[in-house]
């Protein structure tokens, strides 16, 4: 890999880092953003603890197929709400009035995709 | 040798649907200059702000800033220009210095701290550094959205209307910086204004637009010898409410 190319990787690093860095401090600033972090994670674990007790005592087919079924719901919870953070971070620099800052700077789109979708699990 | 411009429009043209926005407009900006772009509502000042800054594509004609070609090569300069506009804002949840530190990183500035310190003084953003921009008032929160446009020491600035909602007193102390900074820095300054008196202290040239077209293109001290009038006010008004020609005739 030559220097130039190293570097530009670097520079692009770096712009992301600083997407990602802007989320973290929004995060931060914001007690219900944080308390929505926190509880639903927590509501779906204590459920699924629940669940997972209940199944391992009743261990007939049913019930080994009804937890198969409600491990894909999670699964399908985590896609759903990262997606959901995708596009809130997104709408986040619209309703800001940001957006014409950050196409204005030398992060380029995709620089842009990849730090919503980083942040976006969180 | 004459120096190469450092924003060059060559017959620019842009059609939204039906609409010509700006139609066959040429002219270049040398560095170190700073130059005001007039007009009315609909004149075609934001479509050529958006063009030189690699927003939009045009229909036809060639932009470029700094030796590239917008908006195909906008990547290989977009670090060494910025822009400020009232329209546009700075995350408000977000400190002064939390916001700076960000397009800090994004700019790929070295030395970030030092250069958010030396922002922080010349701006008079030191007290406020570390409130939430939310909490700032209009005037303050005008001087954050300068810091960020400074925080690259970029060599092309775009500014819209940089002193809308500043008291008279804030906005001149504004006006002063910007003026330093160009000096300083050398850096050419694209400024779309509706306040006369900051045109006529800040540029040193005036592109007037008219319907997409340019109306007149001279110095503030010209065009108001040639309009036969004592304020840019005043010329701005007979361009936008007659034919320029019509009432560069009359005067003369």
Redesign the interface.
Known sequence: MSRHHKSAVA?SA??I???M??HW??LR??WPRLLDLIYWPTVQMVTWGFLQYYIANNAGFFARAGGTFIGAVLLWDILFRGQLGFSISFLEEMY?????????????PFEFIIALMVISPV | MPQSPSIAVERLVKIYKTVAAVDGISFSLAPGTITALLGGNGAGKTTTIASI?G?ITPTSGRVSVLGAQMPQQR?RV??R???E?P?????????VR?NL???G????VEDLRQRIAELGHELDLVDLLDR?TSNLSAGQKTRVSLA?ALINSPDVLLLDEPTASLDPDTADWVRGRLERYCRDRHATVLLASHNMSEVERLCERVIMLKRGRIEDDDTPAKLLRRYGRSTLEEVFLDVARSNGGEAREAAQ
């Not at chain 2, 329209?87 to 400190?95: F, K």
Request: net charge positive; aromatic share 12%; glycine share 2%.
């Open positions: 520079s770096r712009r880092s600083a997407m860095l802007r401090y929004l600033s914001s800001s009035r940001n957006l014409g800052n950050i196409m204005m700077s030398p992060l380029r | 800054m927003l990547y977009l670090q220009m910025n822009f506009s329209y546009v804002e700075v995350p408000m949840r977000l400190t939390q530190t960000v397009f990183k994004l700019y790929d939430p960020k």
